[in-house]
C-alpha cells in the first residue's frame, strides 16, 4: 500500500499526466461527475455509469464519462493510454476503454472463446490499427492495460499485466479535432460492457519498465 500511495502522489504530480480518474473520487453529492485529480482537472461528466467495487461500470448499451476537450488532452507526438479493465462480454470489434473518439483510441474487439484482443486506432496514423498479437484480454477478470505513442520512432505498443502483447511501426501525426474530446466506456456505437478503473492518459510514450511497474505496484488493488 505504501508503494501505491507514493505511485499515486506522482500521478498528481507529474505534469505529464494529462488525466488521472482514480478510485471512485466524486466532485458532488449527487455522483454526476468524477474528479480528475491530475494536474489539469479533466473532470468528467458521468452519464449512467455506476460506480462498482473499485471502478465504474459501463452497461455495454449508453453508459460513459465525457471528460471534455481541453488543450492538455490534444496530444499529438507521443501517448501512453493505461487503465485497469474488467470486461464482461465483448459488444462489438471496438468495445471503446478510453480515447479521443477516433484520434486516439485503447479498446478491445475479435473475440475467440471467453478473450479477445487489445486494439489502437488513430485515424491519421498508417497503418490506422495496431491489435495484440493473439486474445490476451479475458472476460471477468481484471487486467492491466496498456498502449504507447512515440512519433520519433513510429512504435505502437500494446500491453496486458506488463508484457509487450502486440507491436507494429506507424507514420502520419495524431489530429485532433476540437468539441469531441475523451471519453470513458463509450464512443458513438461502440460500447464498453464492464468496469473501468484508474484510468490514465500521458503525453509521454511510458517505458516499458514503468508500465510494468504500474502493474505491480498496484494489482494488489484488484486481486491479481
Known amino acids: 500500500m505504501e508503494k501505491w500511495l507514493k505511485l499515486h502522489k506522482k500521478f498528481i504530480y507529474d505534469d505529464r499526466c494529462k488525466l488521472y480518474v482514480p478510485l471512485l ?5 449527487a455522483r454526476t461527475k468524477v474528479e480528475d485529480i491530475s494536474q489539469y482537472h479533466n473532470h468528467g461528466t458521468i452519464y449512467g455509469a455506476v460506480p462498482d467495487e473499485i471502478g465504474f ?3 455495454g448499451t449508453d453508459d460513459y464519462i465525457d471528460c471534455g476537450d481541453d488543450g492538455s488532452l490534444d496530444i499529438t507526438d ?26 486516439y483510441i485503447l479498446s478491445i474487439g475479435v473475440e475467440s472463446g471467453n478473450a479477445c484482443k ?44 506488463g508484457i509487450k502483447v502486440g507491436e507494429d511501426t506507424v507514420s502520419g501525426t495524431i489530429t485532433n479535432f476540437p468539441g469531441i474530446g475523451v471519453r470513458m466506456g463509450k464512443y ?37
Do not use: C
Not at 501512453?80 to 477516433?102: C, F, H, M
Not at 487489445?118 to 495484440?132: E, F, G, I, K, M
Not at 484508474?198 to 503525453?203: A, E
Open 118 to 161: 487489445l486494439r489502437w486506432y488513430a485515424a491519421d496514423l498508417t497503418p490506422q490499427v495496431v491489435s495484440s498479437d493473439n486474445y490476451v484480454v479475458t472476460f471477468d477478470e481484471f487486467q492491466h492495460v496498456a498502449v504507447t505513442y512515440d512519433s520519433s520512432t513510429g512504435k505502437v505498443t500494446l500491453y496486458r499485466n
Open 78 to 103: 507521443a501517448i501512453t493510454i493505461e487503465a485497469w479493465v474488467k470486461p464482461e462480454s465483448l459488444q462489438t470489434n471496438w468495445d471503446y476503454i478510453t480515447g479521443w473518439r477516433w484520434d
Open 188 to 224: 458513438d456505437d461502440y460500447p464498453f460492457n464492464g468496469t473501468i478503473a484508474l484510468d490514465r492518459i500521458w503525453d509521454i510514450a511510458l517505458s516499458e519498465e514503468t508500465i510494468k511497474s504500474h502493474y505491480e505496484i498496484e494489482r494488489h488493488l484488484f486481486g491479481v
Open 25 to 29: 473520487t466524486y466532485m458532488d453529492t
Open 57 to 59: 461500470d459501463f452497461d
